[in-house]
């Protein structure tokens, strides 16, 4: 199906598309406002089961991957249950440690190759299936954008008390997004095994996760296809650019993870950026008096104000 | 009429009050909030909370609605024992409520902060019903309703950001009432309101009342409270010192002393809802 | 066994300097922040550049310090006052630090061509002071001494001086601050300064002991640091000096009795097990969600 590109272009397409899908699991947790750090950790799981599974058991690709992202889903599931009752920065702080310990864990077993790592892993996903799991889970994010899971789960980021008061489980789909969000990295870890063949610990690094976060912090957590956009946006451009020393790479996305912070804090389709930009009518004076803190504080900000 | 008598009775339905309140106490480290507050609400009616500021009316719509923990008591719901529960459960038990300060997803749009208060009734469905209905978009036709009663058509598109106070609240009030409640809780729900508005929900209060809802009113509007609220509890340093009718309660000795002589000494707010108070009288 | 206990002791005073200056963020700024990671190896490079300028090493450390509390404050100037300008989330706040991070950790990555540095430790104290039947190295030795004369000194900064009280008010509530006439922009400059020139030393000395310095020192620190206040409660100065010995203790034990290789993962699993048995720390106070 995409014969006509050549090799190289078709390994950097499938690099960007598995970027696209680790930024989608942290999209769909951020989504209901929970700052997950987590996710190269459950990345790591799905490429380490997925590729044990092909290279001791000899399973075929497709189960394999499968099975790492349920593996992925399975422990984000479980942990997730125990780190979720956590606010704020102590979220941050547990999952940034459970994602850790997974490496960790991974770089300091035996069988798990250790730090070495694991090759040999069969090369045998073609773009065409990459880009098809990308479509699917695309409609799957678009069914639940529209249903009432998609609209709890908003809620839950714009105000848990509200949510919780319209009889929205906070706690249940927290973790229901918490499972999506490790199968999702699970998924990206098992294809990008299969893409390269050898993988090894240290390739889970911070580094990565920074990375993965700025696409996300740029996109937002409103629209899924902001995401996957942003992903490819930003990964062609890195190729036209031709960015490859660190040093070029962490101005780049270090820069723009701040720049963007300072200027959209919720990303690039942040609705309220959208409306502001689409349709820029002046509003008449509705209703008595309109009140005067609504220019000033947007939602969620923060009422420390230092002069 | 103590609350205590009527939850001993759950097998018969119809005794069973829509809550019902057991020595409810809650205590933030040494400040005693609420002491030991006992007391049931009659089915279909308008109860008003009423009491000075700081008097625990508020701690005490969050006890019930689960955002805060009792330290000690119990709260049943429809004779089943709520004590402790998450806001989501007790909300799923056909509690819904509005806020002293506002709660609303501010970047949303109307229709949205209303759709949210469908949840509980969309999540119930099955799940054939639900992909029947996909096209049909669930709990339109509960915003639609709501939208024309609360009379937020216009603003159905807009971002709750933007609205004007009173509108405000109109939103919370119909996100409250999208859930269908059977009892429905309101924590001064016409503040920063003008006089017509604030008439305007007393009659949409008593509307839902007539159709079949039990409300707990928390409001500083005297005036308010006299013409819709079938029954006033009044509420002081976390105990309850009175229990009347609306038209009597005002007469007894100990309200007048803890409630209005320290009216006298808020703000401007609720001090014309005072005067006001006595010169509707015969309204009411 | 004495003898580990007493390297480990050593070990967690490094923990403790490292604790008491994230602690010292957080507690005034409300802000976790990634960036510290790269306080920690700034410092460390100052120094390393003017030891090989020939600088006197007690010089260098200073200089190191200095290095580390400027960028600190210069982040904090920036993008920081900035965003609390605005009135950004706590979340917003969080991932612009990791921003922070990424720029200054290639900067310095870019500058040590990727490589692991020699640190010389010429200048620094070295040889063993025996006490009983143990012995302490004396580069341990002097960074337990300083540990505790630093927190020493902070307890009486923040407790008993003005500018504590101050910055306690600060801490507790900006606006208020200011009412009250306190400038709470020189407050936060100050702290971070001094958090960052904590940072510094932290570094300094782990260059030393390992007598190496790469731009990724930084990270497993970071690591320590935030393990520190987890154990020790967010923002309690007390709980940083105890839980960085803790922390120390634990990780000495866990290679002595457990493997070597496991004594970074039981840092991680320390954060996320505390985290989840005492969410507020060790020393923390619950607080209660209000409506």
New interface residues.
């Given amino acids: 199906m995409f014969d006509w590109l050549n090799p190289y272009t078709q390994l950097v397409a499938a690099g960007i598309l598995v970027n696209a899908l680790l930024v989608l699991s942290l999209f769909v947790v951020f989504q209901c406002g929970v700052l997950s750090l987590a996710t190269i950790g459950f990345m790591a799981d799905g490429a380490y089961t997925s590729s044990l599974l092909a290279t001791k058991q000899h399973w075929p690709t497709v189960p394999a991957i499968a099975a790492g992202a349920v593996v992925a889903a399975v422990l984000a599931y479980i942990f997730g249950r125990l780190v979720l009752h956590l606010r704020g920065i102590y979220l941050a702080l547990g999952t940034f440690a459970l994602g850790q310990v997974f490496v960790l864990g991974i770089a300091n077993f035996t069988w798990t190759g250790g730090p070495g790592g694991i090759v040999g892993i069969p090369v045998d996903i073609t773009l065409a299936e990459l880009v098809f799991v990308v479509l699917a889970v695309g409609v799957v994010f678009q069914l639940v954008h529209l249903?009432?899971v998609g609209?709890?789960l908003?809620?839950i980021r714009?105000?848990e008390?509200?949510?919780?008061?319209?009889?929205?489980?906070?706690?249940r789909y927290r973790t229901l997004a918490f499972t999506a969000s490790g199968f999702l990295a699970g998924l990206a870890g098992g294809f990008e095994a299969f893409q390269t063949g050898v993988i090894s610990p240290d390739q889970y690094s911070f580094v990565l996760l920074v990375q993965i976060l700025a696409l996300a912090m740029i996109a937002g957590s409103y629209l899924w296809a902001g995401s996957v956009l942003t992903a490819i946006a930003i990964g062609v451009a890195q190729q036209y650019i031709g960015t490859t020393d660190a040093l070029a790479e962490g101005l780049l996305y270090g820069g723009l993870l701040v720049v963007v912070m300072i200027l959209v804090p919720n990303g690039i389709t942040?609705?309220?950026l959208l409306?502001r930009l689409t349709f820029r009518r002046l509003?008449p004076h509705?209703?008595?008096?309109?009140?005067p803190t609504?220019e000033a504080s947007?939602?969620?900000a923060s009422p420390l104000v230092i002069k | 009429m103590t609350g205590a008598s009527t939850v001993a009775s759950p097998e018969g339905l119809a005794d069973v009050p829509a809550v019902a309140i057991e020595n409810l106490g809650k205590r933030?480290g040494g400040v005693v909030a609420v002491s030991d507050v006992t007391f049931a609400l009659s089915d279909e009616t308008i109860t008003g909370l009423i009491g000075p500021n700081g008097a625990g009316k508020?701690t005490l719509l969050?006890l019930i609605?689960?955002?805060?923990k009792p330290t000690s008591g119990s709260i049943a719901i429809k004779g089943k024992t709520v004590t402790g529960w998450?806001?989501?459960?007790v909300?799923?038990m056909g509690v819904?409520?509005t806020?002293?300060n506002i709660?609303?997803?501010?970047?949303?749009t109307v229709a949205?902060n209303i759709?949210?208060?469908?949840?509980?009734a969309?999540?119930r469905r099955r799940l054939v019903t639900?992909a029947k209905e996909w096209r049909s978009r669930?709990?339109r036709d509960v915003v639609e309703r709501l939208l024309t009663v609360l009379n937020l058509r216009e603003?159905a598109k807009d971002?709750v950001?933007?609205?004007?106070?009173?509108?405000r609240r109109r939103v919370e009030i119909a996100?409250a009432l999208a859930?269908s409640p059977s009892l429905l809780i309101l924590d001064e729900p016409t503040a920063g309101m003008?006089r017509d508005e604030s008439d305007e929900i007393g009659r949409l209060v008593q509307q839902v009342r007539d159709a079949g809802t039990t409300v707990l009113l928390v409001e500083h509007n005297v005036r308010l409270v006299r013409a819709i609220c079938d029954e006033v509890l009044v509420l002081q340093w976390g105990n309850i010192i009175a229990r009347d009718s609306a038209e009597r309660v005002w007469d007894d000795p100990v309200v007048r002393t803890a409630y209005l002589g320290d009216m006298e000494g808020q703000e401007s707010e609720t001090g014309p809802a005072k005067q006001e108070g006595g010169t509707t009288n015969a309204g009411a | 066994m004495l003898q580990q206990t007493v390297n480990g002791i050593a070990l967690g005073a490094t923990y403790s300097l490292l604790g008491l200056g994230v602690t010292l963020i957080w507690g005034v700024l409300r802000v976790l922040n990634f960036a510290y990671s790269q306080f920690i190896v700034w410092g460390a490079f100052g120094t390393l550049i003017a030891i090989e300028n020939h600088v006197p090493t007690v010089f260098a450390v200073l200089i190191g310090m200095a290095v580390a509390g400027v960028v600190a404050v210069f982040v904090d100037m920036t993008v920081m006052q900035f965003m609390r300008r605005r009135g950004t989330s706590e979340f917003a706040l969080v991932v612009a630090t990791i921003g922070v991070y990424y720029i200054l950790s290639s900067v310095a990555q870019d500058r040590s061509k990727s490589q692991i540095e020699t640190f010389p430790i010429g200048g620094f104290p070295h040889g063993s002071v025996d006490i009983g039947s143990t012995s302490l190295p004396s580069l341990q030795l002097l960074s337990l001494v300083i540990s505790v004369a630093v927190m020493i000194v902070l307890g009486y900064w923040l407790n008993r001086t003005r500018l504590g009280r101050a910055t306690r008010t600060v801490a507790y509530s900006a606006p208020t601050a200011e009412l009250l006439g306190v400038n709470s922009r020189a407050i936060f400059a100050l702290a971070v300064f001094v958090s960052g020139c904590l940072a510094a030393l932290a570094g300094i000395f782990n260059a030393a002991d390992s007598s190496t310095l790469s731009y990724s020192d930084g990270d497993q620190l970071l690591v320590v640091a935030f393990a520190v206040i987890v154990l020790g409660g967010m923002g309690s100065v007390k709980g940083a000096v105890i839980g960085g010995l803790a922390l120390g203790l634990v990780q000495v034990y866990t290679t002595l009795y457990v493997s070597g290789v496991f004594s970074n993962a039981i840092t991680y699993l320390l954060i996320v097990g505390v985290l989840i048995v005492r969410p507020n720390g060790l020393f923390g106070v619950r607080e209660?969600?209000?409506?």
């Fill in positions: 249903s009432f609209r709890a908003r809620a714009l105000d008390r509200v949510a919780a008061g319209a009889g929205i489980n906070v706690a942040d609705p309220r409306r509003r509705r209703g008595p008096s309109s009140p609504s947007p939602s969620g | 933030f508020t969050n609605t689960g955002y805060l998450l806001p989501h459960a909300a799923g819904a409520r806020y002293q709660l609303l997803l501010d970047s949303e949205t759709l949210i208060g469908c949840h509980g969309l999540q639900r669930p709990g603003v971002e950001a933007q609205l004007p106070y009173g509108m996100r859930a003008t | 209660e969600a209000r409506v």
